[in-house]
Structures are given as C-alpha cells and as structure tokens.
C-alpha cells in the first residue's frame, strides 16, 4: 500500500460525504491507497454517511481529541505515507497523485499543500493567495520559530512517526507540536511546501468564516505556543508576505488597498483572541473526555 489517508470526525455530517466522495474519486490507482475516517464520539449523523461507503474503513475512538483520533487511524494504517485532511475538507482529485510525486524527494518527511476556501470569491480568494504565501514563506524561512503546519493537508512518511513517535496529547494543535518535533529532530528541511497539493475548506465559505478560525487560532496559540516553541509572524514578516502577495497576483492598486483592509480586520480578530485567552483561565492541555472540538 503506498497511501493510508486518515479523516478523523466529530459531528461532521454537513460535510463529511463530500469529503468521502472526493477522496474515493482522486485520480490514483485504487489498490494503492486506503481510506481510514475515524469517529470521536460523533452524536450526530456522520458514521451513518460514512457507512453508505463500502470503500472506507471506519474506526471509532472513544478518547475527545483529534489527535487522538488520528492516532487511531494511524495504528490501523499500511501505508508508506500517512496523507492527513479533515472531515470538512474535499481534495481536489490529485491531490494523491501530487503527494506521491512530492515524496519521491526522499529527504522529505512532511509534505504540506495549499488550503483553499469553499468559495472563489474575490475577497475569499485574495485571502487564500496570501495564506498560500505565508506558507511559502514560513516554509522556507529555516527559522524553526515560524515553522507550523496543519493536518488540514499534511503528509508524513510512516518511517518519520516510527522514530519520533504518534501525535502527542495536545487538545488540538496536536499537528503543529508535531511539525516542530520533526524540526528539531532532523532540520527545517524535513518538511516542504507544495502549493499545488490542494485541498478545499468546505466550512470557510465566506469572509464571516475566515474570520471566524481566525478568532480560534488565535485562541488556540495560548495552548500550543509554548509546547511547541513556535511564535505567529510579527508585523514586519506579514508586510512582506503582503508584499510578496500582490506582486505575484499582479494586484491593481485598488485591489491591494482591500487585501490590505481584510488582512487588517483579520490580525485584530487573531491579536484579539489572543488577548482574550492569556487574560481568562488556562486552557487544558490534555483531552477532556466527552469534551466539543
């Protein structure tokens, strides 16, 4: 098996069969990948979506936390590559073909694609042309500080969680923890960037939605910024990213004035909530049993 793809899921049942079906129709050789969603505890409808799949192997975890979930999956997968998305994601259809090509760097452990947006709109749209920047930038920076990474759409090679172990107890951001992990055990280089491996986030379908996670990483930084030793990019490093932006798009200025509006609105909403999270209690650091994600 070249492939295990692992989706872990909780209470996913608007988006959980789009997810499914895009992955049972990527344009990659049947008998060479397999297709392992894990439920955590959904109360839902999900495992029952899930089940109309013949071609999915379900899994349950009875421990709250996606990284537990997905270290489920990852006992049971047979694959040479462990390819990661979330259950409110849809790849696009070579998505598998592109990690197979990218991993034939065999200095790569960790392979990371593009998240774009449930919508193409023009706001939308700008600003997943700056994340996509920001990851090439982060990704290529050496700097281990900067270097995260998300299960969104990740890929590691099996061999890289034989020798430095599964996704530790983190109540989410487990991933990140683990990118930084893999940093310090090889270097900066064991993880690389690759734009067009692509997947959708079907739950970010408007600039209401964008902001949104924004409001939830920034409170999540509280939780796995010192566990991980990572930091979020400072002024100077997101003016360049924005720099970098509308050089590559080409942005008129008219366009650039508005990238520049949003991204402004989407930093107060992250610096917010950071505020918010290091002024109010302590978030665990372990799962919860029976807790919401």
């Not at 996606?66 to 999956?73: L, Q, V």
């Not at 209401?208 to 409001?215: A, C, D, I, P």
């Not at 002024?279 to 799962?287: C, F």
């Amino acid at each position: 098996m070249d492939i295990s793809v692992i989706v872990p899921f909780y209470n996913e049942e608007g988006y959980v069969e789009q997810c499914v079906q895009a992955l049972l129709s990527q344009d990659y050789p049947k008998e060479r990948y397999e297709v392992i969603l894990v439920d955590n505890n959904s109360s839902d409808r999900s495992a029952e979506i899930v089940r109309r799949y013949p071609g999915i192997k379900l899994l349950s975890e009875g421990l709250q936390g996606d990284f537990a979930a997905r270290n489920r999956g990852l006992a049971a997968a047979t694959g040479k590559l462990v390819a990661f998305t979330d259950s409110n994601c849809a790849p696009e259809k070579d998505w598998l073909r592109g990690i197979s090509a990218a991993m034939l760097d065999p200095g790569l452990g960790i392979v990371l694609g593009r998240v774009q947006f449930a919508c193409d709109s023009a706001p939308l749209s700008m600003m997943a042309a700056y994340e996509s920047e920001k990851a090439a930038y982060i990704l290529s920076s050496n700097n281990k500080e900067i270097y995260v990474g998300c299960t969104s759409n990740m890929t590691v090679r099996k061999a890289l969680f034989d020798r430095i172990g599964p996704f530790s107890p983190v109540f989410r951001n487990s991933d990140i923890v683990f990118v930084r992990k893999a940093v310090d055990e090889h270097s900066c280089g064991v993880v690389g960037y690759f734009p067009e491996i692509s997947v959708r986030h079907l739950e970010i379908s408007d600039l209401r939605g964008y902001y949104r996670k924004l409001l939830t990483y920034g409170q999540d930084y509280q939780r796995y910024g010192k566990v991980a030793s990572v930091r979020p990019l400072n002024s100077i490093e997101r003016l360049g990213v924005f720099k970098k932006t509308i050089q590559n798009q080409r942005y008129s200025p008219g366009r650039s004035v508005l990238l520049f509006l949003l991204l402004s609105l989407g930093g107060l909403c992250y610096d917010l909530a950071r505020w918010r999270a290091n002024s109010g209690p302590k978030p665990p650091m372990e799962p919860v049993l029976g807790s919401n994600r």
